[in-house]
Nanobody, 123 residues
């Protein structure tokens, strides 16, 4: 079992930046993928970004390409999401997730989820 805890959410102005972190309770499996998802009020949960733990390959939703960067620190078992040039439409609860790495990216089944952290971007 893996426990994930997100942190770093908050209120930020448009064009501002936030950095989210996801801490795993133990050592992550080397063949796992770590992903970020978000869910705005009244909307479905959407994929944001993912990274393979061992190789560091990344994948991004079109809506965040060029603005968000996902990274990982293997030694600390943490995954971060650097969010720049934030827009009001980025407002959502952001979730960290983990699951066995697979290709293509869309076939990954995320088995573990964090509790979520609120990100609010004001106009």
């Amino acid at each position: 079992q893996v426990q994930l805890v997100e942190s770093g959410g908050g209120l930020v102005q448009a064009r501002g930046s936030l950095r989210l972190s996801c801490a795993a309770s133990g050592r992550a499996f080397s063949n796992y993928a770590m992903g970020w998802f978000r869910q705005a009020p009244g909307k479905e949960r959407d994929f944001v970004a993912a990274i393979s733990w061992n190789i560091g390959l990344t994948n991004y939703a079109d809506s965040v390409k060029g603005r968000f960067t996902i990274s990982r620190d293997n030694a600390k078992n943490t995954v971060s999401l650097q969010m720049n040039s934030l827009k009001p439409e980025d407002t959502a609860v952001y979730y960290c997730a983990a699951g066995p790495m697979r290709w293509p990216w869309t076939t990954i089944q995320y088995d573990y989820w964090g509790q979520g952290t609120q990100v609010t971007v004001s106009s």
